[in-house]
């Protein structure tokens, strides 16, 4: 059984930074590929940015140079930093753990961005 511990509210001024953790109760989280996905108001769940068991990134054009995704395979984390925050960045931040048709998402972290 794999859960997603993230969750909360989060408030960061315009410019700020932040970094989202989501450990993951699973014994061979090393296997699983790991993303972030964020759900603003009135627009679809949308990618961020993911890393594959391998180490492979990707980030999403929107948090290019501003966004970074990082595992720590020891700790069975997966973070995501977030820097130069834009009030547009607005949204439930989702964690999501994938190994072939397997799927889990944490429970969101709304995170506000005010202006």
């Known amino acids: 059984h794999v859960q997603l511990v993230e969750s909360g509210v989060v408030f960061v001024q315009a410019g700020g930074s932040l970094r989202l953790s989501c450990p993951a109760s699973v014994i061979t989280f090393v296997m699983y590929h790991m993303a972030w996905y964020r759900h603003a108001p009135g627009m679809q769940r949308e990618l961020v940015a993911r890393m594959t068991r391998n180490g492979n990134t990707y980030h999403a054009d929107a948090v290019k140079r501003r966004f970074t995704i990082s595992r720590d395979n020891a700790k069975d984390t997966v973070a995501l930093q977030m820097n130069g925050l834009k009030p547009e960045d607005t949204a439930v931040y989702y964690c999501?753990?994938?190994?072939?048709?397997?799927?889990?998402w944490g429970k969101g972290t709304l995170v506000t961005v005010s202006s």
């Open positions: 999501k753990a994938e190994l072939g048709g397997e799927v889990h």
